[in-house]
């Protein structure tokens, strides 16, 4: 079954540190990656993604992920936190079926930079 | 360009009521799904529309329906509304599926069921 892990429901780091959200997933057949950040009453906005190619992806607000195939993760991070980093963060896989994308997205994890 | 534009954004309805959400996608987008959200259950799928037809569905009661109108349009309907129905219900748009392409969420709706 495909499926999608975000080990940590929180993560807290001081302002200026480095922040990593995980991701692991479980899919059959080649994954399409993606992390998404939610502010409160808001939708998901796109951050970025992993199609093929190059392993570490950037993306909006300087966030970047690293696609490791042998891991089946794919790790968010930020070389520096800001305070309105503070939000929560989804990881999706997409693959195909059918030659129709389905999506499966992790349960969230809630990033706290505290000042 | 314009982006995914739920209406309403805020809705209270009473239990055994019905409802309809709204959903116009980016200019040009023609996949549509909908996703309900919950602090329980996080996000869960509920169905994708592409061509006005549903191409997958999610695990939700037939109370939940839905469609997508020849302008990719879609509408999501929920009759017979439960308490556990309050929940961010949240529509994205895509180029159309199989393309590798992400989704583009709109703010979602906020239902509110009393």
């Known amino acids: 079954a495909q499926s999608v892990a975000q080990p940590e429901d929180q993560v807290n780091v001081a302002e200026g540190n480095p922040l990593t959200v995980k991701c692991t997933y479980s899919?059959?057949?080649?994954?399409?990656l993606f992390w998404y950040v939610q502010y409160p009453n808001r939708g998901l906005q796109f951050l970025l993604k992993?199609?093929?190619?190059?392993?570490l992806v950037k993306g909006s607000y300087g966030f970047e992920a690293e696609f490791n195939k042998s891991q089946t993760s794919f790790h968010l991070k930020k070389p520096s936190a800001l305070v309105s980093d503070s939000a929560l963060y989804f990881c999706a896989v997409s693959t195909l079926k059918d030659n129709f994308n389905k999506f499966y997205f992790g349960s969230g994890t809630k990033l706290n930079v505290k000042p | 360009k314009a982006g995914v534009t739920q209406t309403p954004r805020y809705l209270i309805k009473t239990r055994g009521q019905q409802v309809t959400l709204s959903c116009s996608p980016i200019?040009?987008?023609?996949?549509v799904s909908w996703y309900q959200q919950t602090p329980g259950q996080g996000l869960q799928f509920l169905f994708e529309y592409f061509s006005e037809t549903q191409r997958n569905k999610g695990n939700f009661p037939g109370r939940f329906s839905g469609r997508q109108f020849s302008n990719s349009r879609s509408e999501m309907n929920v009759s017979t509304l439960e308490l556990g129905d309050s929940a961010l219900y949240l529509c994205?748009?895509?180029?159309?599926?199989?393309?590798?392409?992400?989704?583009?969420f709109g703010s979602g709706t906020r239902l509110t069921v009393v």
């Open positions: 994205a748009s895509s180029l159309a599926p199989g393309q590798g392409g992400g989704y583009t």
């Open positions: 899919v059959s057949g080649n994954p399409y």
């Open positions: 200019s040009g987008h023609r996949s």
């Open positions: 992993y199609i093929t190619g190059d392993n």
